[in-house]
């Protein structure tokens, strides 16, 4: 888990916590506590017990425990009425009342999962008053933001924001280990800083989950459930306003690093300040290191220091849940598959096995099968996730095979089921993912007539469907990626035959990418989202004139988008297009290289200029995963398609 923290000895900069260099360049940059290993704490006979927040602040009274009073008042320290649902001091204080599960009769000692009565008094809501919501009210549509909740943008000083911050969470209600039900309406966020509600308000109008590379959030979890957690988390709060503030930051021409950065900042020094009170295991701390991970590794660029938050994440994530109660809530299902994509992603990155084990891909994905086939109302979004749950579960067994740790033999028949595999995945989706009556046939009024700087056709039927098969497009998309990522390490395909195969895809993914850009009805992030598949697709495509000024203006977009790509990728994609300026800016003249986008991408670069050893230098270079081709390295692909 120190790793979590390791910062490369050899860094200039100061060193915070979370594995972050902060240049000494950044001269707003606040002082950071020395960093905190996070360790899971046990009770006396060897169970895992939950830490559930930040102590109220008032005088302690000692009182001797009992195994029945809620689990607020027990991490408060103070008695318990035991009143259902909601005891007296959390309704007086309107905290969040939650008590621990009944005791199981002997007779269902074997069940996988129970029922449990969870009662929730929170600050989520917009009349005042306490509420209960049982799971059964889990889809209920939310009531939004609205474009009129906006308020103007406010310049108070840091300090300012601070103090009233401090003050504001002071008889904050402790954060809650499992919060399983939520108010689905907006927070009230009345109480905090003008700034903080103004970046809340623009986070839940302009922010969604395609900006975490999410395809589908059938809870609602960005939009209500994370500014609801962020509210009465205020390591959460500082993240969540931090990533917020960055992408209004990016859209505005005057726009100015410390705008955002104070509070990035704020979420990490406050996350140590968290973890130093020994209070790691609960979900408001891995979810603000998922969301310090996001702004971080896909934004920032740095995405090395990736496995130091997979590590820190997997430790928490495993403490307080199992593979099947992770299930139980909304929540816990998207902290699952927040955290199951970085797992995923670093160890196929770095080819090594991932953090979690089979049996929780295995289990998310027959938790969807199930609700799947209840038939519900909500029957289309089930069969939306578990398509989902099969591909992660199919890139789950693409990152063991890439492990390493097969014999040659066994590596060809694993690498053959799993190319039936992919295409079986996509030949076997419920026919109500490809309804028809969502396609978008007309183009009209966003058609761009084709011209020689075009590499495909966007407009081509089948590739964009309406929301909410959005996902559609998207997982199609992702797929094609997926593909060439394994096509890639075929061990017997002749060389020719296997780039042929591979561009096909490369092609298909540049064509989602051109139509997702150019429809104007794309959900905010959809691009972002779509990253990985253009990275991947610039690697088989030819290496003339035409194609590789198509791919520099979509990595140029992408950065402006707030995708920070890393010097070593582009340094990479310089070497790839023969062309030295790439490594600086992706375009001549340095057209689209804003001033705040200037500045973003120098304090990225600085951030990251070192790696910590080999291994994480051959995982920026990805090295691994194209040795077979030889590409960047010694043979030209355009050579071998020639031969």
Known sequence: MNSYFASDPDESGSSVGTGISVPSSAAHAEAFPEPVPIRASKTSNGRRKLAYGFDSGGDVVKYRRTRSGCFTCRSRRVKCDETHPVCERCKKGNRRCVYPDPPASKGSSSQKSKTRDVALSTRCNSGGEDEVEGERHENQAPVTCSNTTRVAACHDSESSSDGAMRQSFSSSPPAMAIPRALDKRRADWSHLPLDFQHHLAYFVVNITNHHYSIANDGDNFFSVILPCMAVDHEPLLHAVVGFSAYHATLQRTDGQLQDFLKYYHGGVTRLLECLQRKEANNVPVLVTILQLATMEQEFLGDWVNLMGHQKAALEIITQIFDPFTVMDSPVGRMCLNWYSRYDNYVAIMGGFPTGLKREWFEATMEYCQVREAANQSDHLRWSIDHRSARLRLITFDMSMLYAGQVTPEAFVREHTRLTHELHEWKRGWHPALTDPAYLVTDFSHCMTPLGPADIVDPYKLGTLFHPPLFTTTLITAE??????????????????????????????????????????????????SLQPCISIAALFLPHDNQHQMWLRRKFALLDTLGFIHPTARRKKMARLFRDPSCSRWWLPNDEGLTPVLKSIRAFADERNAAAVDDQLDNIREVRHLFVKLRLGEGEDEDDILAQ
């Open 479 to 528: 797929w094609h990626s997926i593909v060439i990522m394994h096509l890639s390490q075929a061990a017997k395909t002749p060389p020719v035959h296997l780039l042929i195969k591979i561009r096909e895809h490369a092609y298909a993914a540049c064509q989602y990418f051109e139509a997702v850009e150019r429809w104007p009805d794309s959900p905010p992030g959809a691009l972002v």
